[in-house]
């Protein structure tokens, strides 16, 4: 591509969603700084805390005592990354922003790469692509992959390996911040949006020995949440399951009828108990499906924000100060 962008003084925003990181950030923030000088781009950075309960807060303010670029925002209480991350780019007023977490699994030595590729080669997303899920758990990994592949199936986007870890220009931060909805997947709504894109690929450190803060619950509900979010084939679902029933139920009842005028009405016992038991299961599965959809049309229609601000360490233009 050559469409060069044409920006005199491009800037560019780190966002880093932090939760309960008060052992790591110290040391990770400046890494972090240094490869962001290093991509000769001017930059700031910000740090959303989303409520942390540890002493996040005070590290991020002791932190920005000494690196003046980092700006932070502490929210109430823990909404979670999705929240985390849109409130920074709410925040962003660059160019282009860089979501990133904090614990040096997105390795901060790409983004020199991500920035030369958004501003030279003029792509409006930059992927970081994970090539290997590092050191996870075997049974994490295959909830991964199986939850990728259900998800391609269901909505169409492929998004394995897809990190959070993404430079998106401006074009791409006021699409994502001003689309309407309450309950975002990061990953699927950039995949959604289209746009020029490009990947670098990464693997997670092999000395990484840091465990996923993400429990098993946390990692079904956000599957689910993304799978209603992007697919309506659930729904569809149970039109077929309704119909392949009623081809059942049509041939049953033929029969039924001819043995109870033949005379021979007494048996079948069995063929009612698993008639009852397998439709009864299926409306109750059913139902389950549109209850999961009915949840989210109602999450939408509270309108509630994203996240709310508790706090806020420097000037919202950190950008114009330097
Ligand atoms: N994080 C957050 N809110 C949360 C959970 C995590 O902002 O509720 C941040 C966390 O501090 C880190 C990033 O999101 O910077 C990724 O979290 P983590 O490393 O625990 O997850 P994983 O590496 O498994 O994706
Ligand atoms: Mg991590």
């Not at 807060?57 to 925002?73: N, Y």
């Not at 799978?227 to 679902?237: C, D, E, N, V």
Request: net charge positive.
């Amino acid at each position: 591509m050559s469409n060069n962008r044409s920006y005199d003084n491009p800037t560019v925003s780190l966002i880093i969603p932090v939760y309960n990181e008060s052992l790591g950030l110290r040391a990770n923030l400046p890494i972090i700084r240094d490869w962001a000088e290093k991509s000769g781009v001017a930059y700031e950075i910000i740090i959303v805390d989303d409520g942390s309960t540890d002493s996040t807060w005070d590290v991020i303010a002791q932190v920005s005592r000494e690196i003046p670029k980092i700006g932070a925002l502490r929210l109430s209480r823990n909404f979670g990354k999705e929240a985390a991350i849109l409130c920074g780019l709410k925040e962003a007023g660059s160019d282009a922003a860089i979501v990133i977490d904090s614990d040096l699994q997105h390795p901060p030595n790409l983004i020199p790469e991500m920035t030369r590729l958004w501003l030279e080669e003029g792509y409006d997303i930059v992927e970081a692509q994970k090539v290997n899920r590092g050191k996870e758990p075997f049974l994490r990994k295959w909830f991964a992959q199986g939850f990728y592949s259900v998800m391609r199936f269901l909505s169409g986007f492929d998004l394995a390996g897809a990190a959070d870890y993404k430079l998106l220009s401006r074009a791409v931060i006021d699409s994502y911040i001003n689309m309407p909805e309450t309950n975002r997947f990061f990953r699927g709504l950039i995949a959604w949006l289209g746009f020029n894109k490009t990947t670098v690929p990464f693997s997670i450190p092999a000395d990484d020995n840091r465990s996923s803060r993400w429990s098993t619950g946390r990692l079904i509900k956000l599957s689910f949440s993304a799978i209603t979010a992007f697919s309506y084939i659930p729904l569809q679902l149970i039109t077929v399951v309704g119909f392949i029933t009623f081809m059942f139920s049509f041939a049953l009842i033929l029969q039924t009828l001819y043995m109870k005028f033949s005379g021979r009405a007494v048996e079948g016992f069995t063929t009612v108990i698993l008639a009852v038991l397998f439709t009864g299961s299926v409306t109750m599965l059913s139902l389950g499906i549109i209850g999961a959809y009915l949840a989210r049309i109602y999450e939408e229609l509270k309108r509630r924000p994203n996240y709310v601000v508790r706090d806020r360490i420097g000037k919202k233009q950190l950008l114009n100060e330097v």
